[in-house]
């Protein structure tokens, strides 16, 4: 044991790696439908393991940081900017509302009970349940305490406060928003989704379905009302379920790639494509199934489109489809439609967005036409563009190092703060352009994840040593606080959003959701609704809530 400590307090990066992996493994593991989550495993890891009086230099938890807040400004700036510039300006003022009533709930909380600035932005960023709080009030009050005339303060106490507040931070509000939320205000939110759905037209989509299969077959054409008539002709009377992609050709078994004005005859093998459910409903029409390898040897691809086309920007999803996937002897299907990586209900009557991303199947000549129009087809690639994402923190971390004196008192944004707003910027760019800024999917959850969980270890190792005292002083007063912040911004939220802003219900406990950036409570909602339908209040509340949060901790640490 001796031996293992002492290689851990020479070689503390061991430590640093050991926390990350206890965290992630603990943090996965299921007790029924709860589990503590990575963060707070990992933070409890850290504060376990830094009993052995470890020390980390503090540049390394704002590195780990930077990277966390710029990967977190990337994916959701897109989703921020379009915020502020359409109609989804009313979700940014309810976030904003919803915020500020957990700042000032936290602040009063903090004074009532004599809390420093530490112990209050891990009150705030517990039960609030946002990360963020916790690694911008680190950063300003280490500036701060380097100033001169700084005042020391208390750091092991934050997170203290973060790993007592969180579990009921996101358990309580998986469970307020899902289970307990519709009962108060007296809805259906299974029923009311389903209307949603219904009045959008989400369940009459191309891709309706979780579960939905895509196929092709090939028949040899024996029904006498399809002699003579187009591939055109033939797709309507099936009402454009299923589309004619090939034919072999009865007289010199020719192979042709279809147009609308292709013509087929008796005898004629076709290639259909479809979903299986059109497929089977279909299939006595043309004649006996053959097995013809090379007609149905056609390349194929699914491809993600991401949407830049000012033409398309801003039009239905049934428009799109109609218009561009609805043409005779195309046969292209929208498998998935998602916006800032969470998966949307697929609704005739949907407005796609610039850096919306559609996810089409079909022949892959015809999806390469789609594509040009649509915007960028963003193939799968492994490379990041390192620089762009360098260069861009470099740019925040300056812009928000610069301090301004107002009556004597020194004001900043800080480093961390400029990272999220450099990432945001850095984001709708990418989403914009696509043309330069890769990161893709894998690699921004790395520097999502180990940015922020390397961040975390770091504070739980040099936090150590003064948890147990810690937490044998503030822990039961902690939790009944916590707990207070979690609830109070939910019930604000719902009065405003039922009240004021008049939110469909599922749109508006996705709006919760997403104001708290609680990932979790989407979750148990969408499971709750059996239906996306949460998801689109989701989006623009946990864009807005990362930025908002961020500069309402800069408010917090200046209060006290």
Known sequence: MDYIIHTLQKYPEIAIYLT??????????????????????TLLAGLLIGQVHLVIPAVLQSTFFAMFLFAVGYAVGPQFIRALKSDGISQVFFTVLVCASGLFTAILLGKMLHYDAALTAGLLSGGYTNSTVLGVATDLLNQASQMPGGVKVA????????????????????WFLASFAPKVLGFNLVEECKTYEKENGSGHTVGSTAYREFSARAFQLNNVDLFDKTVSEVEAMFNHEIFVRRVRQAVGAKIVDCEGSTRIQRNDVVAISGTLTALLKYQHHFGQEVKDVPLLDFSTELLDLVVTSRKYAGKTLGDITGELFGKPGRGLFLTRFSRGDLDMPMGQDVVVQRGDVLTILGAKQDVAVVAKQ???????????????????????????????????IPLSFGTSVGSIVAGIVCGYLRASMRTFGKIPGPALWVFNNVGLNGFIAVIGLNAAPGFISGL??????????????????L???????????????????????????????????????????????????YAVSRLVMAVFTIVLVNVF
């Open 374 to 408: 649509l915007g960028y087809a963003d193939r799968p690639l492994e490379n990041s563009d390192m620089a762009f994402m360098g260069f861009g923190i470099v740019a925040g971390s300056i812009l928000g190092a610069i301090t301004v004196h107002v009556a004597g």
């Open 472 to 489: 044998q002083q503030y822990g039961l007063t902690l939790l009944f606080a916590g707990a207070v912040v979690t609830m109070v911004p």
């Open 20 to 41: 990350i992996a206890v965290g992630f493994w603990v943090g996965n593991l299921n007790l029924g439908k709860f589990n503590l989550g990575v963060v707070t495993s």
């Open 155 to 174: 750091m092991a106490l934050m997170p203290v406060a973060y790993a007592v507040t969180y579990p009921f931070g996101t358990a309580g509000s998986a």
């Open 491 to 541: 019930i604000v939220g719902l009065l405003l959003g039922r009240f004021v802003f008049k939110f469909h219900p599922g749109i508006l406990l996705g709006a919760c959701a997403g104001a708290r950036s609680t990932t979790a409570a989407l979750g148990a909602l969408q499971d709750a609704a059996q239906s996306k339908v949460p998801a689109l209040g989701y989006t623009v509340g």
